[in-house]
């Protein structure tokens, strides 16, 4: 197999329109940005228009005068929209030379989508033996294995998310059983005792509510 990103043609109108995209107007929130342009963004993406990192997400930018009179120019910022969860994504590490690399970061950890891993398993086994052997230097094979180790990292996290708040669940079940025993049998149980699973609880409860709203 041959991976190559396609590079579509755009007219003179898509190509205006497509330059376009990507700035936040004076005082527009980025939310406001991303409400703007998403349903042309969506058209061209979905009639294949679009290309680079944009098929994967559009950086924002904002126009940057370094004197009066100045025409200026666009500047990325820390601001992106991502089409695998469709969210908007912050972080401040930036743009630098074109290259944002806190997408890196959000696919890897808080992507809820893995529209940005394009190849199975079975091509990223391939493609790395062939970079192994030197029977290819491609750029978009490098790209598209970065891409699905990135995939790989997320889903390890989420797998290990789950287990951990299966342990949860299963420790609050425990101690309810407890409360019930101490209910039912008020023997079973000393005060001090009770006290101390009640707390454990509510503190495990806490914990499972913060990694539910990471």
Same mark, same amino acid.
């Given at each position: 197999?041959?991976?190559?990103?396609?590079?579509?043609?755009?007219?003179?109108?898509?190509?205006?329109?497509?330059?376009?995209?990507?700035?936040?107007?004076?005082?527009? *929130?980025?939310?406001?940005?991303?409400? %703007?342009?998403? !349903?042309?963004?969506?058209?061209?993406?979905? %009639?294949?228009?679009?290309?680079?990192?944009?098929?994967?997400?559009?950086?924002?930018?904002?126009?940057?005068?370094?004197?009066?009179?100045?025409?200026?120019?666009?500047?990325?910022?820390?601001?992106?929209?991502?089409?695998?969860?469709?969210?908007?994504?912050?972080?401040?590490?930036?743009?630098?030379?074109?290259?944002?690399?806190?997408?890196?970061?959000?696919?890897?950890?808080?992507? *809820?989508?893995?529209?940005?891993?394009?190849?199975?398993?079975? !091509?990223?086994?391939?493609?790395?033996?062939?970079?192994?052997?030197?029977?290819?230097?491609?750029? !978009?094979?490098?790209?598209?294995?970065?891409?699905?180790?990135?995939?790989?990292?997320?889903?390890?996290?989420?797998?290990?998310?789950?287990?951990?708040?299966? %342990?949860?669940?299963?420790?609050?079940?425990?101690?309810?059983?407890?409360?019930?025993?101490?209910?039912?049998?008020?023997?079973?149980?000393?005060?001090?005792?009770?006290?101390?699973?009640?707390?454990?609880?509510? *503190?495990?409860?806490?914990?499972?509510?913060?990694?539910?709203?990471?």
């Amino acid at each position: 197999m041959v991976y190559t990103e396609n590079y579509p043609v755009l007219d003179e109108t898509e190509w205006k329109d497509y330059c376009q995209l990507p700035g936040i107007h004076s005082k527009e *929130t980025p939310s406001d940005w991303m409400k %703007r342009i998403w !349903d042309r963004l969506m058209d061209y993406k979905n %009639r294949g228009r679009l290309a680079g990192s944009m098929k994967r997400y559009i950086i924002a930018n904002k126009m940057k005068y370094l004197w009066e009179g100045d025409l200026g120019h666009a500047v990325g910022v820390n601001i992106a929209i991502c089409y695998s969860c469709n969210k908007l994504v912050y972080s401040n590490i930036g743009c630098k030379y074109g290259i944002c690399h806190f997408m890196d970061k959000h696919w890897s950890t808080n992507c *809820t989508g893995n529209a940005y891993c394009d190849i199975s398993f079975r !091509d990223y086994i391939e493609f790395k033996n062939k970079l192994k052997s030197g029977l290819t230097n491609s750029f !978009d094979e490098k790209q598209a294995i970065r891409r699905y180790e990135l995939w790989m990292q997320n889903a390890i996290r989420r797998v290990k998310r789950v287990r951990e708040i299966g %342990r949860k669940i299963r420790a609050v079940k425990v101690i309810q059983e407890k409360w019930l025993e101490y209910f039912y049998r008020p023997d079973g149980l000393c005060a001090l005792e009770l006290a101390l699973h009640y707390q454990l609880l509510w *503190t495990v409860r806490e914990e499972m509510r913060q990694i539910n709203n990471v």
